[in-house]
């Protein structure tokens, strides 16, 4: 349930356990605003979950580890604690995760007309 107080902070890590998600693999959305999404995804290792989005995408690894491979090729090894972003439009997918792979997915704001540029790629934060 969101806070009715829009200062008030969201715990994720209580709502991936809330989720089930420590156990299991799916997607919850756990907080909606206008500009902005918040997800907790698990895959207990499935592979090539792969999109293209039309909101920016930034990944907060919570558990495991694997790949993130983006059209252009660009391949970025992750693991828990790594921070990555995805801009809109640009299709990528989760290859080589662990069995308990877990992230937060975090879609902010509107896409720019057209999506992703062709220069744009999916960027490590850490």
């Not at 299709?91 to 937060?104: A, L, Y």
Request: glycine share 12%.
């Amino acid at each position: 349930m969101l806070p009715t107080d829009p200062g008030q902070p969201r715990n994720l890590t209580a709502d991936a356990e809330l989720a089930g998600l420590t156990k299991g693999h799916g997607i919850t959305q756990v907080l909606t605003r206008s500009h902005l999404a918040v997800t907790i995804r698990g895959t207990d290792g499935l592979e090539a979950i792969a999109e293209g989005t039309e909101a920016d995408i930034v990944y907060v690894i919570i558990s495991g580890y694997g790949v993130l491979r983006c059209r252009d090729g660009a391949r970025i090894e992750f693991t828990a604690g790594d921070v990555m972003m995805v801009p809109a439009g640009a299709w990528h997918q989760f290859e080589e995760v662990s069995p308990k792979f877990r992230t937060w997915r975090i879609m902010v704001g509107k896409p720019a007309e057209g999506g992703a540029a062709e220069s744009e790629r999916a960027l490590p934060l850490t």
